[in-house]
């Protein structure tokens, strides 16, 4: 099923977003803007029509994006149908109001998203989205990718530079449609639809079968996985006392020896991509490479 956004607003940003989305494969575009009778002239302007972006790359070439939102609106009810993420592409001070058209709309796992968001987005949504909050994802972006804006209202943008880099505070929320029974650690595993026919590898052995601990979940995920989280709590003076269980645990279905007692000296630990085994072993080495 394709992904659907919710892009709020009507400037540079959102017309920039809006097409930029549509124009990949598997995303569906909703666009909401509350201010005046924006939607309703965005909507007129485009009629059948594409938004056409224009875009300047960082290495001086050019390109051509066009994409169409399947909607574009001032209903929140409507824009909120089916919506897997809520972008709010408008200035800060208009953020408030979406809050309040979009909140008691928001199902699970919805991811908000403030486009710019920094400074004080996370706030904001969390006062906003109450109980709702500890489901969703919250994101808030340091600026826009890019510096872009209208060329014609409605029709036609231009992308003028990407940044580099953009900065991202993330919470992520407890949501999950994805597992129906979470009572459990057992139950959230085999209640987990995205892992629907993924089946743990098994050994024939006399009288049925056995995990095959060989297989990457164990192997893989181990030495390159947990062995590494301890590493770096170690270099940090950190007591991992579960963590350490169960790399006990695995670590003899391996055959291998990584942690001895609760610190990580095992032989084998220079297999592994633990910071030790690359002679990173105080919180000064790991800072140092910085
Ligand atoms: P914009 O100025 O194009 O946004 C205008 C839109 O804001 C209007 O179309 C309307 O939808 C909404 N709006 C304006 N007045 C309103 C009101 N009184 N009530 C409700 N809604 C109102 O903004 P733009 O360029 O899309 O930027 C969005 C945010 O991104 C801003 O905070 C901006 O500082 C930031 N930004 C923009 C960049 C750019 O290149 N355009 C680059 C980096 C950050």
């Known amino acids: 099923t394709p ?20 124009a990949m494969t598997n995303v569906e575009v909703n666009v909401m803007t509350l201010y005046s009778d924006e939607a309703q002239r965005w909507r007129n302007i ?5 938004i056409v972006v224009e875009v300047f790359y960082n290495d001086g070439s050019t390109g051509k994006l ?33 809050f309040e058209a979009i909140t008691k709309y928001i199902k699970p796992n919805t991811i908000v998203i403030g486009m710019p968001g920094q400074a004080g987005f996370e ?21 826009l990718p890019w510096a872009c804006r209208i060329l014609e209202f409605g029709r036609r943008v231009q992308v ?3 940044k580099d880099v953009l900065g991202a505070s993330v919470i992520p929320g407890k ?29 024939k052995v006399e009288g049925g079968y056995v995990p095959d601990f060989n297989f990457r979940y164990t192997a893989e995920d181990v030495p390159f996985g947990l062995v590494v989280m301890k590493g770096i709590a170690e270099c940090v ?7 350490d269980e169960v790399i006990v645990w695995a670590q003899e279905k391996l055959g291998k020896e990584y942690v001895v007692g609760s610190r990580l000296k095992g032989k084998d630990v220079g297999e592994t991509r633990a910071p030790q085994a690359f002679g990173f072993t105080t919180i000064n080495d790991l800072c140092s490479v910085l």
């Open 66 to 98: 066009e994409g169409k939102p399947r909607m574009i609106t001032k209903d929140p009810a409507k824009s909120m149908e089916g919506v897997d993420a809520i972008f709010f592409v408008v200035p800060a001070f208009a953020h408030q109001q979406y």
């Open 46 to 50: 485009l009629g059948r029509d594409s």
């Open 237 to 243: 003076g950190m007591k991992t006392p579960t963590l």
């Open 123 to 143: 706030f904001q949504a969390l006062k906003h989205l109450k109980d709702a909050a500890k489901l969703c994802g919250v994101i808030s972006l340091e600026s």
């Open 3 to 22: 992904t659907r956004i919710l892009v709020c607003g009507g400037g540079n940003g959102a017309h920039t977003l809006a097409a930029t989305a549509a």
């Open 175 to 203: 949501g999950n449609e994805q597992i129906s029974d979470d009572s459990s650690l057992r139950s959230c595993m085999v209640t987990n639809s995205a892992y629907n026919g993924l089946l743990h590898p098994m050994k």
């Open 160 to 162: 003028l530079g990407f």
